[in-house]
């Protein structure tokens, strides 16, 4: 877990712990049973070794968007020989509360995986009293988040396209316009916790609003194993009931 960071922050807000001690801890025991290849017993035996609320940081970036778009249609004009017919078009859109983490101690993937964040319930820094609290100054300056923002924002923007595709889409391209790009420095609560399973550490991470969890975990070799060798086998099988069978069309076509 963290160490407590003392040196001030300037965020513009900082959202509350909506999710207990006790809610983190029970969020993280059916997460840890999930996916086939972790070990069977590792929900029950895996032993916390802390956990500790902090304040992590995030950029909150908000946009307008002017969007070209172009791609490919499955609906074509009646008679018309080709498969795809070529459509296009333009979107306006306007967006808010895109995410992008500012931590120094958590990776870009592990904040945007407990994301979103109930930013509405956001307060001003005087009402929270960091001076006790747990947490991260802010590690990624502005001009690097704001690459990540415009992808981030042209993501969004290609989805909200693809909307007017009528079909099946496939070739879409965007040239989004970002005009208005804004940003400010927020703190968000986040549980970070370690746990211990066969004398190996790994975290674990819960949204300190939503509850929304995220973390590492150990596979079972053996399960990988026998996973693999039963595809091997699959495979092998199918090659075997091929060439069978193209071996009796074989005699059935011979004079």
Known sequence: CPPPRRRPAAP???GPFGIGRGDAERIMRPWLG????RPGDLAMRAAIDCITPVYVPFWVFSAHTTTHWTADSSVVPAGAR???YPVYGTNAG???DLLIGASGVLTMQETAEICPFELGRAVA???VDLTNAVYEPFRVPRKYARPLAQQGLED???KACQRFVPGQCRNLKVNVLLEGLASEPVLLPVWIMAYRYQDRVYS???NGSSGKATGTAP??????VLYGAAVVLGILLLLFLFAACAGAFGMTASP
Do not use: H, T
């Open 12 to 14: 513009a807000g900082s």
């Open 34 to 37: 999930r996916g086939f290849f």
């Open 82 to 84: 080709a498969s795809w």
């Open 94 to 96: 306007e967006y808010r």
């Open 125 to 127: 820094p005087e009402e």
């Open 156 to 158: 969004w923007e290609r």
């Open 204 to 206: 674990f991470l819960v």
């Open 219 to 224: 596979n079972d070799w053996k399960k990988m």
